[in-house]
């Protein structure tokens, strides 16, 4: 019906026009918003996809071209020794099918130019009449390859390519796309935009109307029209709700107990979140310390390169043991997080058998001493002369014992005291480690075996770990039957940590096996397969060191054909490679007739059961975990070693 004289103008909402400009301008900041937002995003993506081109672009190009120029060096090696400059020049000319590829060069072993080929398009080029230095040079829009000819391992002659490097026509055409993208995205954002933000804004805006009106009125019965089942639609339920509540008083316990109730939900919500959280903690720590693993082993391998010369003066021999020291400390504190991250979840398995405790505290001391030495503190033992022994794990023992002599050492200020002592009693065997440190406040006894726990958090202490060393050697105790406990009459006054472990049921003592006989070490022909560059050179020259015949490739498929063609007598492989993983790389390996009886050796930062049971399944006869002790690798080498059982 027509709106009666004097009465305010309404849009189809049923609101004023005096509240037009409002809508209009929350509309008009809703477009801003969305506009800006898509900009900002599609800005970000346009520049991380850019430089992900570029640098996808040039690594292609200069692959593509390394690639050429292996292909003409493999051509005209056999050419190169016969002094045939006809067919080097008959492969250079071949070059005219790749016509980025403007001059191709050929040079003898002692670097006089041999043969040489140049595009028409650039005939002016100068050939260099001596072989440059090996490499790839980029210079403005061209690139130059440099790569030596080599035969059974000897230099033979260099080969040389210069092709365009057209990265500015490139960038362009990027630009010129990404903009046409962008410009047709915020097109459509606009017209969407345009589109749903009155499903959003009118009932907003309805909902403010209403709100106005019952305020003014004190009218509760008004309600807002509900037009939609999202997130507006709720709100202008929640606003309803609202009015519900203060119209009818009489409802308000009814409406308290449905709260109480659906906090009761969220806190079972949270609880469940706590537990999910602790099961992603879990898979990170052991993610975590696979991909710490990687870059620690070629840094191994590198220290052991470097301890292994012969030239080393005593400040770099103190350097390198210095390095292996940390290196070490940093695999300890990566196995001391898997172990945990093991123990928690039911996966340590113990290798119980007859332990002499006194040797395992000696071996013990051993791993603690660089770090009691590097503190100058005074360690002092009080144990028995004579073995004494208790079933047990004695690696697992040992890491307990060391875990609590470096704590010791660590929250005890230099020049101090730490004192080892094994008292032998008829039912159980009670090792205490004392000493004069920092001590432990009452108040935090009770929580100094829980995860991440520090009991010194100021600054001025460095080297304080990750506050998992404690936890782990109780949950260890704990598996042998036994307990942990700690004694400290407060900060300041030092501390005692009481290892309480039970003797059982002993079995018989087995006869030690004889020393094996010192054999020569053999010459082995040795693939390595890994896509870890650093790792893999390392690795060869540690093998080759050693008088191994060693090959390096860096994915699953190279080492198929490699191993094809050399038929090594060792293989290491990893187990994360591009292409094909070592898994099934072991596989065929072990179904081809040539590599079938193989030594293959798996070399990977995964260490777990399941990863060991894994490499069993594929046929591996090994399984070592990076970083990589060199004295397995000798034992490996030195004789054919059994498959994994």
Same mark, same amino acid.
């Given at each position: ?70 292909? !003409? ?5 056999? $050419?190169?020794?016969?002094?045939? +400059? ?18 191709? $060069? !050929? ?7 041999? $043969? ?28 130059? !390859?440099?790569?030596?000819? %080599? ?14 490097? /057209? ?19 915020? =097109? ?29 009125? &004190? /009218?509760?019965?008004? &309600? ?28 308000? =316990? ?19 979140? =706590? ?8 898979? @990170? ?19 052991? #390169? ?22 070490? +400390? ?20 113990? /290798? ?78 009670? !090792? &205490?480690? *004392? /000493? ?10 009770? +929580? *100094? ?34 307990? %942990? ?49 650093? @790792? ?5 020259? #540690? ?27 060792? *293989? ?14 072991? +596989?065929?390996? &072990? ?26 399944? $594929? ?16 034992? *490996? ?9």
């Amino acid at each position: 019906m027509p709106p009666t004289e004097g009465a305010v103008p309404q849009d189809r909402w049923g609101l004023p026009m005096p509240m037009i400009s409002a809508r209009t301008s929350l509309r008009r900041k809703m477009m801003v918003v969305v506009l800006a937002t898509t900009c900002v995003a599609l800005l970000l993506s346009a520049t991380a996809l850019l430089v992900y081109e570029l640098r996808s672009y040039q690594k292609n190009w200069l692959d593509d071209l390394s690639t050429q120029a292996r292909i !003409v060096a493999n051509a005209s090696a056999p $050419a190169l020794n016969f002094d045939d +400059q006809k067919t080097v020049s008959e492969n250079l000319s071949l070059l005219r099918l790749r016509p980025q590829i403007t001059l191709g $060069a !050929v040079y003898r072993n002692d670097g006089r130019l041999f $043969a040489n080929y140049v595009h028409p398009s650039a005939a002016e080029a100068a050939v260099p009449v001596l072989a440059p230095k090996p490499g790839i040079v980029i210079d403005n829009d061209r690139v130059d !390859v440099v790569q030596h000819i %080599l035969e059974n391992g000897r230099l033979v002659g260099t080969v040389y390519l210069r092709s365009r490097y /057209d990265i500015l026509g490139r960038l362009a055409d990027y630009l010129l796309i990404l903009a046409g993208v962008m410009a047709t995205s915020l =097109l459509v954002a606009a017209l969407v935009s345009r589109r749903l933000q009155r499903s959003v804004t009118g009932p907003v805006l309805h909902v403010a109307q209403i709100a106005q009106d019952v305020f003014s009125s &004190r /009218d509760y019965s008004l &309600r807002a029209q509900k037009t939609s089942d999202d997130e507006v639609g709720t709100l202008v339920q929640a606003f309803n709700n609202m009015l519900d509540e203060v119209a009818k008083r009489t409802e308000a =316990l009814e409406q308290s107990n449905n709260h109480l109730s659906a906090e009761m939900a969220q806190r079972r919500k949270a609880e469940d979140a =706590l537990r999910a959280a602790a099961r992603t903690k879990d898979q @990170f720590l052991a993610t975590l310390a696979h991909e710490l693993r990687n870059p620690l082993a070629p840094i191994t391998n590198a220290v052991e #390169i470097l301890r292994r010369a012969s030239d080393a003066n005593p400040s770099q021999q103190r350097a390198l043991q210095i390095m292996s020291r940390q290196v070490q +400390q940093m695999v300890r504190l990566i196995d001391d997080l898997l172990d945990v991250s093991r123990i928690t979840t039911g996966k340590v398995l113990l /290798d119980m058998s007859r332990v002499d405790v006194v040797a395992v505290l000696h071996s013990a001391v051993e791993i603690a001493q660089p770090g009691i030495e590097a503190h100058h503190h005074v360690l002092t033992l009080e144990v028995p002369a004579g073995p004494i022994f208790v079933q047990g794990d004695a690696t697992r023992l040992a890491q307990v014992f060391a875990n609590l002599l470096n704590n010791a050492a660590k929250y005890t200020d230099d020049h101090g005291r730490i004192h080892l002592k094994m008292d032998d009693e008829p039912e159980r065997l009670m !090792v &205490r480690v *004392i /000493d004069s440190g920092l001590g432990i406040a009452p108040e935090q006894q009770a +929580q *100094i075996f829980d995860m991440f726990m520090q009991v010194d958090q100021t600054l001025e202490r460095g080297n304080k770990g990750l506050g998992v060393g404690l936890t782990l050697a109780r949950q260890l105790v704990e598996l042998h039957g036994g307990s %942990l406990t700690v004694k400290s009459e407060g900060l300041g006054k030092g501390s005692e940590f009481i290892v309480c472990i039970p003797k059982g049921h002993l079995p018989a003592e087995l006869p030690a096996p004889p020393p094996p006989l010192a054999a020569p070490m053999p010459r082995r022909r040795v693939l390595i397969a890994d896509d870890n560059v650093d @790792f893999a050179n390392s690795l060869w020259s #540690i093998l080759e060191s050693l008088g191994q015949e060693v090959t390096v490739v860096h994915d699953g498929f190279a080492a198929l054909e490699a191993a094809g063609r050399l038929m090594p007598d060792h *293989i290491f492989l990893d187990i994360g490679m591009p292409g094909m993983n070592g898994y099934d790389v072991a +596989q065929r390996l &072990r179904r081809q007739p040539a590599t079938c009886d193989a030594v293959i050796v798996a070399i990977t930062g995964w260490g777990q059961e399941k990863d060991r049971a894994r490499a069993r399944e $594929a046929g591996f006869d090994q399984h070592l975990v990076k970083p990589v002790n060199v004295d397995d690798l000798v034992e *490996i080498l030195r004789t054919r070693q059994p498959a994994m059982t």
